[in-house]
């Protein structure tokens, strides 16, 4: 047989192995030919112009070589070790090193610029699409041409050779390195001897959870008040982070085993038909595997928190806006509310407006201010006062307060009892609770601070005795909603043009909700696509493991079916199996997330369980293919083995 | 009262057009509580047989009955559940579970049967005193010699009281004491519990331990011996005259 023939039978016995390494690198180059497309795109100006896209998409792509460099050696490394024998074994029949090398090497040519190559054609098809996607998230208005860049393909194809380079290098160094002897035991070394839990096994399963919930703790606590200054806050997170990755850790070299053991114990000796397969594998192999189901966790958390964030701050862009501007447009200065109402005239679009009086009061919070921070936030607060006769449905006496419109961040912050007393310029009223509509902008409200409604008689003793000290450059508030939500566009239009060259505090809700969904629509892109490429490489890493781990076991199915495993039994042994194996990092990195987002979630937007909920399901199905891909595997090899 | 009977079994592997015929029509039964020794020289179709017999390979033609039960007529799932309570199986590699404990080896049979828990131990603890290995319940097979090995290999196939008992060389990889040992304890099961075991083996002095030696060579059965009242010594010589005359035949072609 020539060496050639020897190649081509090779790469035909390997491809079937190979096939999910040759999509997972297609995808990956896919992807970063299309993020690279977009970069050196005339068509980007326009989102580049108004969002800093250049920088964000050259950092994810530098990300994106990262991961997927990653990947590939890592990946490229496990099929070395699981062809060791095969190399021992060329070895042995008189093949000298350079000639395995080279043949690995050709194999690898083959395989590798054959997938790069289909990737870039799949990647510029996609591009396009990508870039739609793109526009369609942030919302600008800009037309997707797309041309093929010979940069994005020079860069792409001085990248991935780079990588194949070092792939080479890696593979040169092994073949080197191993005696052949030492080749028939590389994949036996790699799985740990199987032993009895040892004490301290014990005691870093326990710390590993103890460190976790720690964290879990402390991260409930962030922006609850315990912690006042930056530096203390941020040596908290420090602390948060450290924590919970050191406890996942030792949660994989550790706890795992140790809650499996005690599960075990209780048994003691007598397994369910498919605790067999399940129970007693998984318990010996996740401890081997910590290090890189702690990075696995861990990125994935980042990724899913960033994402959850994101979208967060994407899908409350509108009640941000409105929380922050009172009416569908807002001013201070009666000359420019009154030259946009006319140019509203002009061209027949219909408006209602509205006036307000506000004016700026020292109050006194600490009666009502629930929990212990004191000092300056509550003693000597200004609120904005407006009168009753401004709301229609609030009637009060002489005597009483209402708040209103009260920012969700800020509420964290300072959180107000139901009732209780309140002291407005000196003078003791009744508090009689939290409203949540927002009355007036947040040029008033210094940005979030409820508006506080009094009666009309006192509003106007309040006006008198004013102190001028603290009070804004305006005293009202014009608000202009449009009657048909259809012509509000035309009206913003208008809005812009006019109020271009005026400056003042005016604003437009929509200009405002637009701006956020821009900003955080081209983040929510970037993060991911980081995101999911991300899922598919470390997706198609755990399905490798899951293979090679099943030729080995592929003995112990053999033993079970004689012994009257039916093909069922086992599958559904295995099918419990990889419910721990895939799911124990993607639950584990789903509560890590949830617990980062939920500790500050409030600082991005108003709306915490649909967006977090939205990206996690996704997240857990796009990440279960895998698992389902293992189960195919599985399938397989059980079926054989008898 | 007969437990196995086999007759006119034919195997081949391959396909059409190369063909290797292994088993060429061997004719067999077997009664409870025999222990029956299966020799022959290498590449005669022991495993083979041992394979068919114990319906881990599918038969060329022929047909076997296990208690009464046509086993050629039965499918994968029935086949399953047909060992799963009726047969027993000891390999020469020890094929024992890695990541389970001796104990939990050894009660794989009971748990696939459904034994309530407090049956399963009762039974395991007596099997386990009976090979000596009740103290090595909570090792893992990598802790223990190949001897212990084999014995709770012989444990996991006596605990679930099978009709039949297949052994493929299960003292090929052991030393001679070891290899006694385990015997001994075989034997001892097959007389108190009238447990039917057959048993491939190469080794005259494993098949001494027996009631009676078959012979096979090239795919059929060459000669019998039965052991009689014999002494195991007069059985051994017996076997080894048998033996000689096998192996030279097999000289001569
Ligand atoms: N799966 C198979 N496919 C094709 N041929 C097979 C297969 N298994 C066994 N054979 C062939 O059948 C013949 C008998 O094999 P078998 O394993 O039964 O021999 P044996 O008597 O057990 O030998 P040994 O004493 O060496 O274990 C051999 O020639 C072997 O090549
Ligand atoms: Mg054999």
């Known amino acids: 047989m020539t060496s050639k023939q020897l190649l081509f039978r090779n790469l035909r016995k390997n491809l079937k192995n190979y096939s999910l390494y040759v999509f997972a690198l297609i995808f990956s180059s896919a992807l970063y030919f299309s993020f690279v497309t977009l970069q050196y795109d005339p068509s980007m100006d326009a989102a580049e112009g108004s969002i800093k896209g250049a920088a964000a998409i050259r950092t994810a792509s530098i990300l994106l070589i990262a991961i997927v460099a990653i990947f590939l050696l890592y990946a490229n490394n496990l099929f070395i070790k699981r062809r060791s024998k095969e190399i021992g074994l060329l070895q042995l029949v008189g093949m000298n090193k350079g000639m395995i090398f080279r043949l690995l090497s050709a194999e690898n040519f083959m395989l590798y610029f054959g997938s790069l190559l289909i990737g870039i054609f799949i990647g510029f098809s996609f591009s396009k699409l990508i870039i739609l996607l793109l526009f369609k998230i942030t919302g600008v208005e800009s037309i997707a041409t797309l041309r093929f860049s010979t940069e994005a393909l020079l860069q792409t194809l001085i990248v991935f050779c780079m990588i194949y380079l070092l792939i080479m290098l890696i593979n040169h160094l092994f073949i080197k390195r191993h005696t052949i002897l030492a080749l028939f035991r590389v994949t036996s070394s790699t799985e740990e001897q199987i032993k009895k839990v040892t004490f301290l096994e014990m005691m870093m399963g326990i710390i590993g959870l103890f460190l976790i919930v720690l964290g879990y703790y402390i991260s409930s606590k962030l922006f609850g008040g315990d912690f006042t200054t930056i530096t203390e806050l941020f040596l908290a997170m420090v602390i948060i982070l450290g924590s919970v990755i050191i406890g996942t850790y030792l949660f994989y070299k550790g706890s795992i085993r140790f809650i499996f053991h005690l599960i075990r114990k209780r048994k003691n000796g007598y397994l369910k038909v498919n605790e067999v397969v399940s129970l007693s594998s998984v318990m010996f192999r996740m401890k081997s595997n910590a290090l890189l189901l702690t990075i696995i966790t861990t990125v994935s958390a980042l990724a899913i928190g960033l994402l959850s964030l994101s979208y967060i701050s994407y899908y409350s862009a509108e009640k941000t806006a409105k929380d922050y501007v009172a009416a569908d447009f807002s001013f201070t200065d009666e000359d420019q509310a009154s030259t946009f109402t006319e140019t509203l005239n002009e061209n027949g679009i219909e408006f209602e407006e509205r006036s307000t009086e506000v004016i700026q009061v020292e109050v006194d919070l600490s009666h009502i201010s629930d929990g212990d921070i004191e000092g300056d936030l509550v003693e000597g607060t200004v609120l904005p006062v407006v009168s009753d006769t401004a709301i229609e449905h609030i009637d009060l006496s002489s005597g009483e307060v209402i708040l209103s419109g009260y920012n969700d961040l800020l509420q964290n912050f300072i959180r107000l009892k139901d009732t209780g007393a309140l002291e407005l310029n000196n003078q003791k009223f009744t508090y009689l609770g939290l409203e949540d509509e927002f009355i007036v902008s947040g040029y008033f409200t210094s940005g979030g601070l409820p508006v506080a409604i009094v009666d009309e008689e006192v509003f106007t003793k309040f006006v008198t005795e004013a102190n001028p000290d603290i009070q804004k450059p305006s005293n009202t508030f014009y608000g202009i909603d449009i009657t048909n939500k259809n012509q509000l566009k035309e009206a913003n239009h208008f809005f812009n043009e006019i109020m271009a060259t005026s400056n003042g505090p005016h604003e437009s809700q929509l200009n405002l909700s637009n701006n956020q969904k821009t900003n955080m629509g081209f983040m929510m892109f970037i993060v991911a696509f980081l995101g999911l490429t991300f899922l598919v490489t470390s997706g198609c890493i755990l399905y490798f493991k899951q293979t090679g781990e099943s030729e080995e076991e592929k003995p112990n199915y053999t033993v079970l079916r004689k012994l009257g495993f039916t093909q069922n039994d086992l599958l559904k042994g295995v099918q419990q199996k990889q419910l721990f194996n895939f799911g124990i990092p993607l639950l584990l990195g789903l509560f890590h997330s949830y617990f980062a987002v939920k500790s500050g979630w409030f600082l991005f937007g108003s709306e915490l369980w649909t967006p977090m909920i939205v990206v996690m399901l996704l997240y857990t199905v796009l990440y279960s293919i895998f698992g389902l891909l293992s189960v195919n595997y599985y399938r397989k090899v059980i079926r054989d083995a008898l | ?253």
């Open chain 2, 1 to 253: 009262m007969k437990i196995l009977e086999a007759s006119k079994i034919y195997k081949s592997y391959g396909n059409k057009f190369n063909k290797q015929e292994v088993l060429k029509g061997v004719d067999l039964s077997i009664h409870q509580g025999e222990f029956i020794s299966i020799m022959g020289p290498s590449g005669s179709g022991k495993t083979t047989l041992l394979n068919v017999l114990s319906s881990i390979d599918k038969l060329s033609n022929g047909s076997i009955l296990i208690n009464g039960q046509e086993m050629t007529k039965l499918k994968e799932k029935q086949l399953a559940e047909f060992r799963k309570a009726h047969l027993g199986f000891i390999f020469q590699e020890y094929n024992l579970l890695d990541t389970l404990t001796v104990k939990e080896n050894i009660l794989l049979p009971l748990t696939l049967s459904k034994t309530s828990r407090t049956v399963a131990n009762h039974k395991f603890k007596e099997v386990a005193e009976e090979l000596g290995i009740f103290e090595l319940q909570d090792k893992y097979p990598n802790e223990l010699s190949g001897g212990q090995k084999q014995r709770t290999s012989a444990a996991r196939a006596f605990i679930h009281e099978p009709s039949i008992i297949f052994a493929d060389e299960p003292t090929g990889a052991l030393d001679s004491k070891s290899a006694s040992d385990l015997l001994n304890k075989l034997s001892q099961l097959n007389q108190k519990r009238q447990a039917t075991i057959l048993m491939v083996t190469h080794d005259p002095v494993a098949a001494s331990y027996c009631s009676r030696v078959i012979f096979i060579k090239d795919g059929l059965i060459f000669t019998q011996l039965n052991k009689g009242n014999e002494t195991r010594q007069a059985f051994f010589k017996d076997i080894m005259r048998t033996q000689g005359v096998l192996g030279g035949i097999q000289h001569d072609q």
